[in-house]
């Protein structure tokens, strides 16, 4: 099965990409800042296996974060 990560994934281009990658039977790995609507948009995905990570990537500490999750596969 393919991953993909995508950032701004709890709405528009972001969460129509994830939608259209999660019925090619892509896993998904949602980025966003609100974690009510990553929850609602991974509901919203076709497939099994899909992930949520609340981050603001103009903060460094959660980008390091995302960093550390992507390197170790967390």
Known sequence: MKKVLITGASGGIGLETARL???QNYRVTLVAR???????????LAGVGHQIMIADLTDRNDLQKL????????
């Open 21 to 23: 990658l999660a019925a």
């Open 67 to 74: 960093s550390d999750c992507m390197l170790w596969r967390c």
């Open 34 to 44: 609100n974690g009510a609507k990553l929850n609602d948009a991974k509901a919203s």
